[in-house]
């Protein structure tokens, strides 16, 4: 019988044809016309966001009738927004320190420390104009420069609203200028560990400031925050440092910033009603042109599930209306797309027009590169002086443009006037450097501990089915039985006596996974589904573990889950972070701002090839005893589905898992962990709590890796 049904594939399939030592285990093969299999998951990603933004779109146009609906609209986005990025600490001392002046042409300078947060420190210059006192202050949060408050482009724009009148507190973003959160006291350093051609800001810096925001990133996520909320709570304390000098106005309070700075702004202005006046600038765009150009940014920049959700990035500008606001953006921002911002202006402007302030938002563009230009500069303090000393001025930092300008021409007008050693506000040039100090990682274990401790009540009440109807709710999997299977045999060939099926299976619209079914000559109804994390192929060699596995009578589906092997995202665009947090790290993001784990899809994934193998539809009848062996990034997932399925499995295997995902918020390094990240949930169970549901005589987990995918002895 065996013989006849090979006989008849031979005749249906195509043979492919092994030759002495080389094989052609490739399953997937692009259209004629279509893309290739590395690009299959992005496009499904894109047309799932693409999806969502009009869904939003839709209930913008339908929904914002009335002045009601309209502050409804605002409610809804500010509260998840909190919800989101974690909830807002206490209230704290600042013991803000005047540390040294500088006498600046015009103004002054002091030099200032403040704890946002106990042993977390905010280093900062305050610009001070020469007018009588009380000045309106202005924020000027930094842009993602690696010297923070020390870049020239932060130095001029501070200059000119001093010069006119307005204090500017410009201050570090943690990971950059003084606040690194990830030193090496051990090691000089003249250059970044991840950039081996730029130079350090400090001797025992390592990682660069994008770096480091989302590495701090994967751990807020767990906990079911976001990096953001660091920056968010140190740009609100500054507020509260500015409301408390008798010499600064505290109705009179603006916020502009460029770039990593202007999405601070944007995040700024939306939650603390305080600025009465806001300038973010090139960071505005729509999320969809975003995802089309460049990809999602660094850890800060993405809030989960905004998309899912309906909060794009208009609704930073529409969450404060009818309030001031003027988005600044450069014509030529390679980094965040124009077109995005135009039509992110046009719908900003039309929420304010409906409630009766169309010319409270406006937009500054000049035909320029990204940056905070001197062209935007010269806008930010028109603006600001109209809304927070209102006065209409003439604004010039120069005496006079010309009518066009080349990119070295802008960058020349961006030389500082101070160093950062003369803007320095720590002895050592490093926060972290200071006697007590905390980093963001040593706040974020002390979070962890305090969640494990809360969640261990609640965990232990549920009975196996409610903590199983948990884990699918944290993972986003979906209840239930996935659908019949929609699998193709594309091919057949022999290696001795083992027949190698090809398999597809559908798991999405236009989203197919591959995998090579290994049949033994005398299968013994032992059935094993194998997981690798890197590839179907990596350990089909012959003489290999599946080889192995098919000698003892197993039939091994060796399959893929969605990222993986065929459908691995290619690095086509500059991938943020590719280098440390996987060639796919802008597909996770991309998911992340959808509400999407990769853990949860994948898991969905596992159910899927669980069914294959139930259905009796392939080449191969219905298996009744099954193995599931997982490797590396395969695990986590295929531990979640043995968790929510544990009957299905007769063992489970799992090499070279992480024993817990603690380890990503103690920090401050890992290696390629955006992958296993599901956000909250270590407010929910860890992977141990997986296991112990679990027969313990089923599961093994051998050759357990750290973090950064290193041996644990």
């Known amino acids: 019988m065996r013989c006849y049904f090979s006989l008849a594939l031979l005749m249906l399939f195509p043979l492919i044809l092994f030759g002495q030592g080389t094989e052609d285990l490739g399953v997937l093969t692009p259209a004629q016309s279509g893309p290739p299999p590395d690009q299959h998951l992005e496009i499904w990603l894109k047309t799932e966001f693409d999806q969502l933004v009009a869904q939003r779109r839709a209930a913008f146009e339908t929904t914002l009738k009335s002045e009601a609906s309209c502050r409804n609209w605002q409610e809804e986005r500010r509260r998840f927004f909190l919800d989101q990025i974690g909830p807002l600490p206490e209230r704290t001392p600042l013991n803000p320190v005047v540390v040294g002046t500088l006498q600046g042409k015009g103004y002054r300078i002091e030099k200032i420390l403040l704890e946002s947060r106990p042993g977390f420190h905010v280093t900062g210059n305050l610009y001070l104009p020469e007018t009588p006192p009380p000045w309106p202050a202005v924020l000027v949060p930094c842009g993602h420069s690696h010297d923070g408050k020390a870049v020239g482009q932060y130095q001029r724009a501070s200059i000119l609203l001093a010069k006119h009148g307005l204090a500017a507190l410009c201050y570090d973003p943690i990971g950059q200028g003084e606040r690194y959160q990830m030193l090496d006291r051990t090691q000089e350093r003249r250059v970044f560990d991840d950039a081996p051609h730029v130079s350090t800001p400090h001797p025992n810096v390592r990682l660069m400031c994008t770096t480091e925001h989302t590495m701090m990133g994967l751990g807020s996520a767990l906990l079911g925050g976001n990096v953001a909320q660091y920056r968010i709570w140190d740009g609100m304390r500054i507020i509260d440092y500015l409301q408390s000098r008798p010499d600064i106005r505290p109705d009179k309070i603006g916020c502009t910033g460029n770039s990593g700075g202007g999405t601070e702004t944007a995040y700024l202005m939306a939650l603390d009603d305080r600025i009465a006046a806001a300038a973010p600038g090139c960071y505005l765009t729509t999320f969809q042109r975003l995802i089309e150009t460049k990809g999602p940014q660094d850890g800060e920049q993405n ?253 091994v589906v060796s399959a893929e889950l969605r990222g993986i092997g065929e459908t691995e995202t290619g690095v086509r665009r500059q991938a943020f972070g590719a280098g440390r947090f996987g060639r796919d790290n802008l597909e996770i993001l991309t998911a992340y701002l959808m509400g999407k784990s990769y853990v949860g899809m994948r898991t969905e994934d596992v159910a899927s090839w669980l069914q294959v193998l139930r259905s009796g539809t392939l080449p191969f009848p219905p298996a009744k005893e099954i193995h599931l062996v997982a490797i590396g990034e395969a695990t986590i997932p295929a531990l979640h589905a043995a968790t929510l399925q544990p009957e299905a499995f007769a063992t489970v295997s799992l090499q070279g898992m992480i024993p817990s995902w603690e380890p990503i918020v103690q920090g401050p390094e890992c290696f390629d962990q955006s992958v296993n990240v599901v956000h909250g949930v270590l407010r929910h169970y860890d992977l141990p709590d997986l296991v112990d549901l679990l027969d313990p005589k089923k599961v093994s987990r051998p050759n357990p890796v750290n973090v950064m995918g290193l041996p644990i002895p």
């Open 303 to 555: 809030i989960f599930g905004q998309i899912a959700f309906g909060m794009d990035e208009a609704d930073y500008c529409i969450m404060r209306a009818p309030k001031p606001t003027l988005i600044c953006a450069g014509t030529r921002d390679a980094t965040f797309d124009f077109g995005g911002t135009w039509q992110l202006f046009g719908e900003a402007k039309r929420f304010y027009s409906r409630l009766g302030y169309p010319e409270s938002i406006d937009l500054a563009a000049p035909d320029a590169p990204h940056g905070f230009t001197i062209q935007l500069r010269e806008a930010v303090t028109r603006f600001m002086s109209r809304w927070l000393l209102d006065k209409e001025v003439v604004v010039r930092e120069v005496e006079s443009l010309p009518d066009t300008l080349t990119d070295e021409q802008l960058r020349a007008y961006n030389e500082p006037d101070w160093t950062a050693q003369d803007l320095q506000c720590t002895p050592g040039g490093q926060v972290l450097l200071l006697p007590g100090e905390r980093s963001v990682f040593q706040i974020n274990t002390d979070l962890a501990v305090a969640l494990k401790a809360s969640r261990s009540q609640p965990w232990s009440a549920l009975d196996p089915a409610g903590k199983r109807r948990l884990i699918r709710k944290v993972i986003g999997a979906k209840e239930g039985a996935p659908p019949p299977p929609n699998t193709m045999v594309v091919g057949t060939a022999f290696r001795g006596d083992t027949t190698i099926h090809k398999l597809t299976l559908e798991v999405a619209p236009g989203l197919r996974l591959p995998a090579l079914a290994f049949l033994p000559q005398q299968p013994s109804g032992a059935f094993t589904l194998y997981l690798h994390g890197r590839s179907m192929r990596e350990d089909a060699a012959p003489g290999g573990p599946i080889d192995a596995l098919v000698k003892q009578g197993h039939t």
